[in-house]
């Protein structure tokens, strides 16, 4: 079974709830990044991701100058850099997410794991497609 830290992208990049999510939605298209964990006092205390963005700010008519922390996603769910592709793609359908942060046994932040970075492999595909499903379920 492949560990996750074969997969998940280790460019990552954490933002501070005080920013603005103008700022914040410069730096996910700038480093092409879906979602962001939102960190402060060296801990992670959420992420931020487009569709928060959307649909928490945008459409609310919050404007660019809104602060992160008031549109994040709290209570965290990670993933260890060990665990299996089958077990992260389990916990993505059973929080209905598309990407989580990663970390490592100490629980510090190590990467970022997308849904799309199952497909990569074809071997990955049947938990990819599973997790897809569960997700995509209003």
Known sequence: MQQLKALMSRDVKVISPD?????????MRDGDFGMMPVGEDDRMIGTISDRDIAIRAVAEGKNVDT????????GIVWVYEDDSVEEVAT???????????????????????????????SSEI????????????P
């Open 19 to 27: 920013m603005t999510i103008g700022e914040a939605a410069k730096k």
């Open 67 to 74: 602060k992160v922390r008031d549109v994040m996603s709290e």
């Open 91 to 121: 916990m993505m359908s059973k929080h209905q997410v598309r990407r989580l942060p990663v970390v490592n046994r100490d629980k510090r932040l190590v990467g970022i794991v997308a849904l799309g970075d199952f497909a990569v492999e």
């Open 126 to 137: 049947r938990p990819a497609a599973k997790a897809l499903s569960e997700i995509s379920k």
